[in-house]
């Protein structure tokens, strides 16, 4: 997966990928970046005397678009517990610094490069991972970074937005950086700011937040249409007068004490009934008397009326279209198919005939002949 020299490389078309794990290997490379488009080759420069790569490689991609989408959805991804830094392998890469160095200070232990490129990345391009610096012997922050972002306009948005704002619990201190060169002179200065304007990196690139916060960008704001014109009123015509009103009759005049009382008019007489019309029933006030059956007692107050027999309804009728299921036993013509049981027999019982009566005859009379005796 080795590639050539730098200078036969598609410079365009190639990534820097830096902040690599020592576990990672080209092959993993391969497959995490062929996710963003198709992969010419992946070159990670290996130390000569451990044999181990030295935390950085380059990525080769077919075009130039597929390297600008693999920057934007892999930058400060983390690879094995790191965030990863992706951004163009330029041969001009020591030019890409415009001077929007920020510095960063009174920084929480538990801030780490991470959370920085998530807070500050929302102003603008950050061209590096944000350098938090630690100590060399423990790893522990100092408790202050750098920011370098791509414009002025980025750098400026975020000095004033987060100068004196709570990260973890601590206000933050938020400036331009000193520069190396010069004693007591900050970044952010006109002539700087000329020069970035007359050669911008980015104009119009911005960072994609997918894969640096975990979350999914906001949708749009939409703003509400602009009130049309006024609805004129439904024409209703005009109403040839008032509407009646509608009052309650008036009270019946009172009685004047001494005067004769006048009766009220008697009612108008019924028209006369036309000739063939049919007598109108009589007021249903009392139930008619059913024809052969006795009229119902009256009905005393207190006392619950008579409970109306319901007459049985007739069954209903067979539905159309099944034939008609004939009787299980046809009557048959002439004598029964089974001769009926002969009525059972009345035996009389005779009764026992009486015990016979003899008549008891008395002891014979003893005899008078006397017993012969022996001699």
Not at 224 to 246: D, F, N, R, S, Y
Not at 266 to 278: I, V
Request: aromatic share 6%.
């Amino acid at each position: 997966m080795s590639a050539g020299p730098i200078l036969e490389r598609n410079q365009d078309a190639t990534i820097y990928v830096g902040g690599l794990d020592e576990k990672v290997t080209d092959a993993i490379l391969w497959e995490l970046f062929v996710q963003a488009g198709p992969v010419v080759s992946v070159n990670m420069p290996k130390d000569r005397v451990t044999s181990s790569h030295q935390g950085f490689g380059f990525i080769e991609f077919m075009g130039e678009e597929d390297a600008d989408y693999a920057i934007k959805i892999m930058n400060m991804i983390k690879l094995y517990g790191k965030p990863i830094k992706v951004n163009k392998a330029s041969a001009h890469e020591k030019n890409m610094d415009v001077g929007a160095n920020v510095f960063v200070g009174n920084l929480d232990p538990e801030v780490d490069e991470k959370l920085l490129f998530d807070t500050f990345s929302a102003f603008g391009v950050i061209l590096q991972v944000p350098k938090i610096m630690r100590d060399a012997e423990t790893g522990n922050s100092k408790g202050f970074a750098f920011v370098n972002f791509a414009s002025f306009e980025a750098s400026d948005s975020a000095i004033e937005a987060m100068n004196g704002q709570f990260l973890c619990n601590r206000a933050i201190t938020v400036s331009y950086a000193f520069k190396k060169d010069t004693k007591g002179e900050r970044h952010g200065t006109a002539a700087e700011r000329m020069l970035a304007a007359q050669n911008p990196l980015f104009p119009s690139d911005k960072p994609n937040q997918i894969f640096s916060d975990g979350k999914l960008p906001l949708a749009p704001v939409l703003h509400p249409p602009p009130p049309g014109p006024p609805i004129p009123p439904p024409m209703i015509p005009p109403m040839a007068g008032p509407p009646p009103a509608i009052f309650p009759p008036p009270p019946p005049p009172m009685p004047t004490p001494g005067a004769t009382p006048i009766p009220p008019p008697p009612p108008p007489p019924a028209p006369p009934t036309p000739l063939g019309t049919p007598r109108p029933p009589p007021p249903m006030s009392a139930p008619l008397p059913m024809w052969g059956m006795p009229p119902p007692p009256p009905i005393t107050p207190g006392m619950r009326p008579p409970a109306t027999p319901t007459p049985t309804p007739p069954p209903p009728p067979p539905p159309r279209g099944f034939p008609r299921i004939p009787p299980p036993f046809p009557p048959m013509q002439g004598r029964a198919p089974f001769p009926p049981p002969p009525p059972p027999s009345v035996r009389m019982m005779r009764p026992p005939p009486p015990p016979i009566m003899r008549p008891s005859r008395p002891p014979p009379p003893p005899s008078s002949v006397p017993a012969p005796t022996s001699s």
